[in-house]
């Protein structure tokens, strides 16, 4: 397996909010007064805090979730776990508290879901493992496609949808990102330039203006948890849904392909079959469409990641982004 692949060497956007078993049993009182027998940091995760509870008397443990980098995303991430529970494996919200009094973050108490990072079976590099994960991504995705809404935009914390403004469009988004002095200090001139120019001629190529679904954003083996069943692995959770606002559901495919060029050709392949298996159709574009969507999510991690303050995370950046400006150059050069 090549590495580093998935995420599994970026360093944190934030450090974490570290608290004590005294602190803790403070924040999950008005909840739960058993007593804590112990706390465990999940150390996954760039951004938020999760703890492990567990409790003397053996009742279930819980998740001790601290929202570190916004705080409008507790109530967002509560409301898409409501809808979302009748359709895809995701932990409940048992107790919320957003005052920032006990402690200075909101936080929640979360149910504690079983299995194992989808991220660490695949490094594990067994071809059937990383088969059967990626299909049962792929299922999960294709009821994604199918949760639609109205306009495509960002949720506030109701859910509501704020649409897009002129230049949160793709193409001005992407140009205005191209312009920031932390990506332009991050890629050389020439890739700049032809990325500016793969901007210009992937009109093509968009999602359509009315295609609004559900899209997580954030959709890839490091928040999915995968156990077995009945000898084969599954998604038994999706995590960090934080980031969710309703478009296209092709950003997700190309987030969860990013590193398909460093993987066995089993896992897209199987990704694929998953969705298609589930009924879904793909338009003839959808890779294009898809490397186009993660184009700007790479340019807006490098943008917010600087090599001087995340220097491994950075570079794995600069070098998805310049494998994929080669596949969409060969594309648009055809």
């Known amino acids: ?31 739960n007064p058993n007593k804590i027998q112990s706390l465990v940091l999940l150390s996954d995760g760039c951004a938020n805090t999760n703890y492990k509870i567990t409790f003397q008397n053996n009742t279930a443990p819980l998740v001790l979730r601290i929202y570190i980098r916004e705080k409008n995303a507790l109530a967002r991430e509560k409301a898409i776990h409501q809808l979302l529970k009748n359709y895809l494996p995701v932990p409940l919200f048992f107790y919320t508290d957003a005052s920032c009094t006990l402690i200075n973050h909101p936080y929640a108490l979360m149910e504690w879901k079983e299995g194992e990072l989808m991220r660490n079976v695949i490094l594990k590099g067994d071809e059937r493992d990383i088969s059967e994960c990626a299909f049962s991504a792929g299922k999960c995705l294709s009821v994604l496609k199918n949760i639609e809404f109205h306009q495509n935009g960002f949720f506030d914390e109701n859910l509501q949808i704020r649409p897009f403004n002129q230049e949160e469009a793709f193409i001005p988004f992407g ?23 793969i901007f210009y001629e992937s009109v093509p190529f968009l999602p359509k203006p009315n295609e ?12 999915m948890l995968v ?3 009945n000898a084969t692995w599954q998604v038994s959770a999706i995590l960090d849904w934080e980031f969710s606002f309703a478009g296209s559901y092709l950003m997700d495919m190309g987030l969860m392909l990013r590193y398909a060029h460093k993987l066995p050709h089993i896992y897209e392949d199987s990704f694929l079959k998953g969705i298609k298996d589930s009924g879904a159709q793909l338009p003839s574009t959808w890779k294009a469409t898809a490397k186009l969507m993660d184009l700007l999510c790479l340019l807006q991690l490098l943008y917010y990641n600087p090599f001087a303050e995340r220097p491994l995370m950075n570079r794995d950046v600069v070098e998805l982004i310049e494998s994929t400006q080669t596949f969409l150059k060969s594309l648009l050069t055809t």
């Open 1 to 31: 397996m090549l590495l580093p692949v998935l995420k599994s060497h970026w360093e944190r956007y934030k450090s974490h909010a570290h608290i004590d078993i005294e602190q803790a049993q403070k924040l999950v009182n008005s909840y």
């Open 175 to 197: 140009l205005g990102l191209l312009k920031q002095q932390t990506v332009r200090e991050s890629l050389s001139t020439s890739v700049l330039v032809e990325l500016e120019q």
């Open 212 to 223: 609004a679904n559900l899209t997580h954003a954030d959709f890839d083996p490091a928040n």
């Open 227 to 229: 156990t077995k069943t």
